[in-house]
T-cell receptor, first 114, second 113 residues
Framework: QQQVKQSPQSLIVQKGGISIINCAYENTAFDYFPWYQQFPGKGPALLIAIRPDVSEKKEGRFTISFNKSAKQFSLHIMDSQPGDSATYFCAASIWNQAGTALIFGKGTTLSVSS | DGGITQSPKYLFRKEGQNVTLSCEQNLNHDAMYWYRQDPGQGLRLIYYSQIVNDFQKGDIAEGYSVSREKKESFPLTVTSAQKNPTAFYLC????????????FGSGTRLTVV
């Protein structure tokens, strides 16, 4: 119930291509779904987040698609660049509920080849 | 500039020793968190604290201890009871109302020698 399942574990994309990372959850009480980007030796940084009242959110080349009925959400990186090579984590939590913390997926290592 | 400072960046521990990882934030955030990161395992929650002098166990609290005596500080002690402590440790904080975004520190890499 508390898990967030992320796939694929690793991804290689050509420069200019689209990178797609998928996540699934079981706990229907989750209502906050962020994506974090992490470079080697650094802490994760918030990339983009979505609440389930919308099905899609776009910020620049990054888009979250959310399917509430399927309990799935995905990150799309358009026009992928070598600088996007990093590890990406999806996460889920209950918005603003005291005593809760983000549950993270296991991460996807993205390599964008030039 | 506001942020979270973790120190040291690298830490080496001998078998049977306790070590303490520092986490300080000047963001005036209410909640603070400790996560452990292992290759292929994602981020697993060790402990978290919503307010001063109160904290809760996460999924993998065994072998770890924390304190929250000040709002700005949330140190993590890795005790000798933690049998596999070699990992990358991340501290995070967030404002406990409105904005739910976490701010992470740069991490401490702990190695048992």
């Amino acid at each position: 119930q508390q898990q967030v399942k992320q796939s694929p574990q690793s991804l290689i994309v050509q420069k200019g291509g689209i990178s797609i990372i998928n996540c699934a959850y079981e706990n229907t009480a989750f209502d906050y779904f962020p994506w974090y980007q992490q470079f080697p030796g650094k802490g994760p940084a918030l990339l983009i987040a979505i609440r389930p009242d919308v099905s899609e959110k776009k910020e620049g080349r990054f888009t979250i698609s959310f399917n509430k009925s399927a309990k799935q959400f995905s990150l799309h990186i358009m026009d992928s660049q070598p600088g996007d090579s990093a590890t990406y984590f999806c996460a889920a939590s209950i918005w603003n509920q005291a005593g809760t913390a983000l549950i993270f997926g296991k991460g996807t290592t993205l390599s964008v080849s030039s | 500039d506001g942020g979270i400072t973790q120190s040291p960046k690298y830490l080496f521990r001998k078998e049977g020793q306790n070590v303490t990882l520092s986490c300080e934030q000047n963001l005036n955030h209410d909640a603070m968190y400790w996560y452990r990161q292992d290759p292929g395992q994602g981020l697993r929650l060790i402990y978290y604290s919503q307010i001063v002098n109160d904290f809760q166990k996460g999924d993998i609290a065994e072998g770890y201890s924390v304190s929250r005596e000040k709002k700005e500080s949330f140190p993590l002690t890795v005790t000798s009871a933690q049998k596999n402590p070699t990992a990358f440790y991340l501290c995070a904080s967030r404002l406990d109302r409105g904005n739910y975004g976490y701010t992470f520190g740069s991490g401490t890499r702990l190695t048992v020698v």
